[in-house]
């Protein structure tokens, strides 16, 4: 018996080691189909987890960043600075490490996480400027920007758009920069032809309105002076679109317009009406400025600030002051048939006036109205020797261009442009003396430095009349009086700044 269970015993070890040797065998196979690529992802989750820890030790060492900075390397005058960051911010924090060097003044605004800084005067052409952000501005989830933020822009010189020809059509517009005139350069090619335009107060736009060739249809046009596409903007079938007035802001255009009613029998043209084209909508809307019908208007302008817009409402022989936060409108008598010109900040009003005098033809004369007060003052007064045409005010607020002549011994054929204190009793200084000369179509620069204006030579050398006069397109310096002639043949100027 012990013998027998002995070799059992026997048998059964060597079955096992059998089994085991097997297993082995099976095994190690499976050791070598361990690839390389196994290998490199364990390391790689070595390396996330290594990652993590470090992270979870050391804290956050990347922070806020800044996604998108603008502008960079080159700036228009009235361009604003924009700062998006990663993350929603802390508004206070950024605005105390936010600085401009040579510092301006001027407003932060928000949209999202996207700061925009509007400079409360134009920048220096031919300047450069820095941004700084300063380290240590937090986001509203505490993190924050680790190191200081930097980068610039150099301004860049203003250019001038107008229309060409003017005696011929269809006109189009170009550019030209004051200091080359050789630098002109036709922008749209247009063979219906430009009816007139704007640009937009960053200067990288342009609205205009083109006429089209199979009807008496007018539409609204915008050109992106960087990329050169160009895309229509209003569809007014049997309508003329025109006059586009763009909000300081840059995202609404004021525009006039008429409906010729052609399928409604013996109704005839409409009066003008003024527009409201919203361009933060894809595609833009548009909707008339008063939701009654019986306001209507023309000659369109806005504040600096947006706030109001100006008309002239030939039904009621007045402009009307529409307040938009309110929703007032306030009435200025006026037989001359424009709106004037709003004050930068919205609060005076200076336009043109007739009073009927005597054995005196209509006398044209330039009033002011404080539109908080309604107090008016007379700039000219009526029946003396000073008339008085259009007027702008400088973009500071504290004079105004007009448009001037005097009738004396003295008095020039043609409107001079002359700078006036609008305050009572306020000084004046001639901008330009030539008698040869109109000037009746001006703007001022964003710098308040110079005018561009559409000049008419009334007269030749010898003091004739200029029958074969043409306007012409200058920029005047308003402190020394020098000019500079852009163009001829060209009429309806404006600066691109």
Request: charge should be negative; charged fraction near 20%; include cysteine.
């Amino acid at each position: 018996m012990t013998y027998q269970l002995q070799k059992t015993n026997d048998a059964q070890a060597q079955a096992h080691d059998q089994q085991h040797d097997q297993q082995h065998e099976t095994r190690t196979p499976r050791l070598r189909q361990f690839t390389r690529f196994d290998l490199s992802v364990v390391v790689a989750i070595s390396l996330l987890v290594g990652a993590i820890l470090v992270t979870i030790v050391l804290g956050d060492r990347v922070g806020v960043t800044l996604v998108r900075v603008s502008p960079l390397g080159e700036a228009h005058s009235t361009s604003r600075i924009v700062v998006e960051f990663s993350e929603q911010m802390d508004r206070e924090s950024v605005a105390e490490r936010f600085r401009l060097a040579p510092e301006v003044p001027g407003a932060i605004s928000w949209s999202n996480r996207t700061l925009s800084y509007r400079p409360d005067a134009a920048l220096t052409p031919g300047t450069d400027y820095t941004v700084i952000l300063e380290a240590g501005a937090v986001s509203v989830g505490g993190r924050e920007v680790l190191s200081e933020y930097q980068f610039g822009f150099t301004v860049l010189l203003p250019r001038v758009a107008y229309l060409y020809p003017s005696d011929s059509a269809p006109s189009n517009l170009w550019i030209a920069d004051p200091t080359d005139p050789h630098s002109a350069e036709q922008l749209t090619f247009s063979t219906g032809g430009i009816y007139d335009f704007a640009v937009n107060p960053d200067g990288t736009q342009i609205a205009y309105a083109q006429n089209r060739t199979d009807s008496q249809s007018t539409d609204l046009y915008l050109l992106d002076l960087e990329t050169g596409t160009v895309q229509q903007l209003t569809n007014c079938i049997d309508s003329q679109c025109t006059t586009p007035v763009w909000r300081p802001d840059g995202r609404t255009i004021a525009y006039e317009r008429i409906d010729f009613n052609t399928g409604v029998g013996g109704v005839g043209p409409s009066p003008p009406r003024i527009w409201l084209l919203d361009l933060t909508s894809v595609p833009a809307t548009t909707r008339p400025l008063f939701a009654e019908s019986q306001i209507l208007g023309y000659n369109a302008q806005w504040s600096a600030d947006g706030s109001r817009i100006a008309l002239f409402d030939s039904a009621s022989s007045a402009i009307l002051v529409y307040d938009f936060p309110t929703d007032q409108i306030l009435a200025v008598s006026s037989r001359a048939g424009s709106s004037g010109a709003l004050s930068p900040d919205g609060t005076r009003l200076v336009y043109p006036d007739i009073t009927l005098l005597d054995d005196l033809p209509p006398w044209p004369h330039l009033r002011v109205v404080d539109l908080e007060s309604e107090e008016q003052t007379n700039l000219s007064e009526p029946g003396g020797v000073i008339e008085d045409g259009r007027a702008l005010w400088r973009p500071d607020g504290e004079m105004l261009a007009v448009a001037r002549r005097y009738h004396d011994a003295t008095g020039t054929r043609g409107y001079q442009i002359v700078l006036v204190d609008p305050s009572e009793g306020g000084e004046t200084q001639t901008v330009t003396s030539d008698p040869r000369y109109a000037n009746n179509f001006f703007w001022w620069d964003p710098t308040g430095t110079q005018l561009v204006i559409q000049r008419f030579p009334e007269l030749d050398e010898n003091m004739q009349p200029n029958r074969l006069g043409r306007p012409e397109i200058w920029t005047v310096d308003v402190t020394t009086g020098e000019g500079t002639q852009v163009a001829v043949n060209g009429f309806l100027p404006r600066w691109v700044p």
